[in-house]
């Protein structure tokens, strides 16, 4: 048997996340949230570096929640409120990937990245030390666009929720959301509205 691998560590968190919503939620959730932060090992080099500890965590709205939203809003705007990460629940699972709470991911993260040639400690030069930068950032969301469709391609979206859903993939510190949503989803299931809340 082949030893695992960060992508299958990450598809099957994402297995047990979406097992994990609540019975009694499925039926009004609409969106699935797969969010991308860094930085939680800060000690790691003698200067935190952001793209050194990416993880993700995976959540979900429900269009109560947008309607609580609305209706204590002064001036309602049903597209920020039904797309902007920031209204959203976000009840999310555990961290998955380079995170002091994801031991395991943390190994296979450090393993993989290093084999990949994209770890490096130590002062390189500005325009190197970029290079590094962007494609340790790349490899994760790739991982995590990966991990977004195989929710989808597995079957277990429909099997979660009965009906797919669109997953919208972002990270709260980089401009990543339209591009990354649409590579993960077919496009059918991006919404106009989405389109048009993350392009204007």
């Known amino acids: 048997m082949r030893p695992m691998t960060l992508q299958d560590h990450m598809r099957h968190a994402a297995g047990e996340a979406l097992r994990s919503f609540p019975d009694a939620l499925r039926p009004d959730i609409y969106v699935i949230s797969l969010r991308i932060s860094h930085g939680e090992y800060s000690n790691v080099h003698q200067l935190w570096d952001y793209p050194y500890d990416p993880y993700m965590a995976i959540g979900y709205n429900t269009e109560a929640h947008v309607r609580q939203n609305l209706e204590a809003s002064s001036s309602p705007d049903p597209v920020e ?25 943390t190994d296979l993260y450090l393993d993989e990245v290093k084999s990949l040639g994209l770890w490096y400690e130590g002062d390189l030069p500005e325009d ?17 666009i990966d991990t977004a469709k195989h929710m989808r391609s597995s079957g277990l979206i429909e099997k979660t929720l009965g009906r797919d859903v669109p997953i919208v993939v972002f990270d709260m510190f980089r401009p990543i959301e339209p591009e990354a949503t649409q590579a993960a989803n077919p496009p059918h299931l991006v919404p106009d509205d989405y389109v048009t809340f993350q392009t204007t």
């Open 81 to 105: 409120f039904r797309w902007n990460y920031a209204y959203m629940l976000l009840e999310e699972s555990g961290p998955v990937g380079h995170h002091p709470d994801d031991p395991v991911g």
């Open 128 to 144: 190197l030390e970029d290079e590094k930068s962007e494609a340790l950032c790349a490899h994760f969301d790739e991982l995590c």
